[in-house]
């Protein structure tokens, strides 16, 4: 290179760097991303931190099709190379998945769950729990109500906290019965035994905005956590518990939360109740409903309009929902990328 060139260079250089605080400034400005990945009727939502830090909640099915359905979100639209923490609310197959498969796809650091059951019950299978203690090496984290994972935050603050576990809501004692006599216009079912009523429950917040994900609890657990006190507060949106059931996703609960957005992970022919979506659409303040797939089984009415709902067909592309909060936690977007579509909200 000719001296002259090297000196046109290093002024290039230096009017470059003139640009590089703020270069620098917008690509530290990030918000917070949530994806909710197809799994078709199981559960993987993947939430990533303005930090760029990330936290997967359940991992699908065992087999092959959706730790690569995760990989993918993960790897090619958030653009990760590891997961950092992988919860798993509780142990039914569909939110369990294959841990051991999904590493060999994607690195995961830290895992935590409700706890491994000892005896095991019925609905739990020993296969996947085996699994699981192999591929975490017993390193993985019991979640109680009240404990938060350690997220590194920016100037807005951001804190996850374990609202609900085992069966337990924050502030009871271990073994507290699971219906409580408090009314609210509460009808209660009858005791849930399986592992669903059991299921880690969180509230996600960034700055103004919240996001309540409870697995897949059931009806009375799901009371004692607005009743007589509700614990969670109001949230901006609702992952709608299991997959869409009517034997969870109590209207008391919501009522109480009042989300202005909820977003659906049902399958072609899991959840996505009728009796649910017109729960749902009944909640004050509910502004929309956005759902992984059309419930093939339901009718149109029963169903989000189609702009609203990523997959369509029963055959489908796993195509995901993308939820981000911009940098402030002041509003928030929710995008089906298969549609095009793309709706804004205000926090509440
Ligand atoms: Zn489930």
Known sequence: MM???????????????????????????KGLDIYFIDVEGGAATLIVTPQRESLLVDCGWPGERDPARIAKVAKEVAGLKQIDHLIITHWHTDHAGDVAQLMKVIPVKNFYDRGIPDPLPRDVSRQQI??????????SIPLKP???IKLKSGSVPLKLR??????????????APQTRPCDRGHAAMPEDTSDNARSIAFLLSFGNFDFFDAGDLTWNVEHKLVCPTNLVGTVDVYQVTHHGMDISNNPVLMQALQPRVA???????????????????????????????????????DNAPPA??????????????????????????????????RRSYQTR
């Open 263 to 301: 977003i659906m992970n049902n399958g072609p022919r899991k959840g996505g109740a009728a009796k649910t979506y017109a729960r749902l659409k009944s909640v004050q303040g509910l502004e929309d409903i956005f759902q992984l797939h059309r419930n093939v089984q339901t009718t149109e009415e």
């Open 308 to 341: 609203f709902v990523a997959n369509d067909e029963e055959n489908c592309q796993g195509e995901f929902i993308h939820l981000s909060v911009d940098p402030t936690g002041q509003t928030y977007t929710v995008a089906v990328p298969s549609k095009g579509t």
């Open 3 to 29: 001296r002259w060139q090297r000196v046109v260079l290093l002024i290039l250089l230096v009017g470059l760097c003139g640009l590089c605080p703020h270069g620098l400034q917008a690509a530290q400005q």
């Open 130 to 139: 085996e699994i699981y203690r192999q591929a975490t090496q017993g390193k």
């Open 162 to 175: 374990v609202l609900a576990s085992s069966g337990i809501v924050l502030g009871e004692p271990p073994h």
């Open 146 to 148: 009240g404990d938060e």
